[in-house]
C-alpha cells in the first residue's frame, strides 16, 4: 500500500474521545487498568463503573502490551487499554514500549475485525512522554501498521489540547513529505 494510502486512513481530531462514534477508543491505561487521571479517568467515568469490573478480569497489563473490553456506556464498542511507558530521559527502552502500545493496540483492533479506532496520545500525560516524540512514534507506528493491514480502516489521533494536535499534524505532514 502507498504511503498516500495510508495517510488517508489517518487523520487528527482535537476533543474528547469519550464522545467518538467509533469502533474501539483507545485507553491511556496504567498496568493494572484502573481508573486514573486524564483520559484514563475521562473513559472510565463516561463507561461507567461496569469498565472497572472489566479491567480487574483482564488485569494486568505489562508497559507496552494492551487489552480489549466492552465500551459500556461509550458511544465507542470498545475499549482498548494500552499501557504506555513512564517518560525516564529517552534512555531505557521507552520509544520501543510505547510503539509497541500502540502496536499492540491495532493489532487487538485488527483481530476484533473493528474498522475505526481512536487513539489519545498515550504517555505525554501524567507519564511525560515528550509531545512531538510520542507523537513521531505514534504516527509511524500506525502508518507501519495500517501499510500490511486493511483493519482498522480508520485511526483518529483524538488530541487533547492545540499543543498534542499540531505534534499529531506534524507528525503526518513529515511522513506525506518523505513518501513524495
Known amino acids: 500500500m502507498t504511503t498516500r494510502a495510508v495517510l488517508e486512513r489517518m487523520r487528527v481530531v482535537e476533543g474528547d474521545i469519550t464522545a467518538l462514534d467509533v469502533d474501539a477508543v483507545v485507553n491511556a491505561a496504567n498496568e493494572r487498568l484502573a481508573p ?3 483520559v484514563c479517568g475521562a473513559i472510565h467515568r463516561a463507561a461507567g463503573p461496569e469498565l472497572a469490573r472489566a479491567c480487574r478480569e483482564v488485569a ?3 508497559t507496552g502490551d494492551a487489552r480489549i473490553t ?3 456506556r461509550l458511544r465507542a464498542r470498545h475499549v482498548i487499554h494500552a499501557v504506555g511507558p513512564v517518560w525516564r530521559g ?3 527502552g521507552e520509544d520501543g514500549l510505547l ?6 493496540a491495532l493489532e487487538l483492533a485488527r483481530d476484533h475485525g473493528l474498522a475505526t479506532v481512536a487513539f489519545p496520545a498515550i504517555s505525554t500525560g501524567v507519564y511525560g512522554f515528550p509531545i512531538p516524540r510520542a507523537a513521531r512514534i505514534a504516527v509511524g507506528t500506525v502508518a507501519d501498521f495500517l501499510a500490511r493491514h486493511p483493519r482498522p480502516r480508520e485511526v483518529i489521533f483524538c488530541c487533547f ?3 498534542t494536535a499540531r505534534a499529531h499534524r506534524e507528525a503526518l505532514a513529515a511522513l506525506a513529505r518523505e513518501a513524495e
Open 99 to 104: 510503539a509497541s502500545a500502540y502496536r499492540r
Open 36 to 38: 486514573g487521571g486524564g
Open 161 to 163: 489540547g492545540e499543543e
Open 90 to 92: 529517552g534512555e531505557r
Open 70 to 72: 466492552p465500551g459500556f
Open 60 to 62: 494486568p497489563c505489562p
